[in-house]
T-cell receptor
Framework: GAGVSQSPSNKVTEKGKDVELRCDPI?????LYWYRQSLGQGLEFLIY????????KSGLPSDRFSAERTGGSVSTLTIQRTQQEDSAVYLC????????????FGPGTRLTVL | GENVEQHPSTLSVQEGDSAVIKCTYS??????FPWYKQELGKGPQLIID?????GEKKDQRIAVTLNKTAKHFSLHITETQPEDSAVYFC??????????????FGTGTRLKVLA
């Protein structure tokens, strides 16, 4: 079956603009995660959705970052008033039910803020 | 806060030799320890994982060991091949209180297998 997909694969934007990044998880997976990977760094947890429960937003770095998950499937990560330090690869992952289930990652969206 | 330390940051081995990557975690509640391989331009892919009730797990040329007392776990790759060259990440996971979730990644090890 299809894996996790993300779009766009690359996004270049100007400082101060808003961007939306999309994630399509594996069908049937109820848990969805967003991570940020800066150049040469590890993965930084941003937000976690589990079914219809309130998301765990404990990793969001500022109130400029927000995410939604509509209908328990597709998720959108929105960054408002982008800054140069937001430049990174944004990775989405999904798992069957919970974090300790295997997480399957998408290819990521490379965001460059000029 | 909790963290996961990973060493070394880079590792070069000759083809056929073994490679060992080590991680140390701080959260004693961690109970799930996956390892991911990330190739250039791709997302991380799970290669092996271990849970806290097991001390060692093997899958062909790959093995993971866990020492809960010392809070460290290691990835062992034997008979390395050029296609093993990638960045490897460890992670430690636990279910926090009030439905929060912790899944902390190490900073990665860039493995180069020299032909």
């Amino acid at each position: 079956g299809a894996g996790v997909s993300q779009s766009p694969s690359n996004k270049v934007t100007e400082k101060g603009k808003d961007v939306e990044l999309r994630c399509d998880p594996i069908s049937g997976h109820t848990a969805l995660y967003w991570y940020r990977q800066s150049l040469g760094q590890g993965l930084e947890f941003l937000i976690y959705f589990q079914g219809n429960s309130a998301p765990d937003k404990s990793g969001l770095p500022s109130d400029r970052f927000s995410a939604e998950r509509t209908g328990g499937s597709v998720s959108t990560l929105t960054i408002q008033r982008t800054q140069q330090e937001d430049s990174a690869v944004y990775l989405c992952a999904s798992s069957l039910r919970r974090p300790a289930d295997t997480q399957y990652f998408g290819p990521g969206t490379r965001l460059t803020v000029l | 806060g909790e963290n996961v330390e990973q060493h070394p940051s880079t590792l070069s081995v000759q083809e056929g030799d073994s490679a060992v990557i080590k991680c140390t975690y701080s959260d004693s509640a961690s109970n799930y320890f996956p390892w991911y391989k990330q190739e250039l331009g791709k997302g991380p892919q799970l290669i092996i994982d271990i849970r806290s009730n097991v001390g060692e797990k093997k899958d062909q040329r790959i093995a993971v060991t866990l020492n809960k007392t010392a809070k460290h776990f290691s990835l062992h790759i034997t008979e390395t091949q050029p296609e093993d060259s990638a960045v490897y990440f460890c992670a430690a996971s636990s279910s926090g209180t009030s439905g929060t979730y912790k899944y902390i990644f190490g900073t990665g090890t860039r493995l180069k297998v020299l032909a």
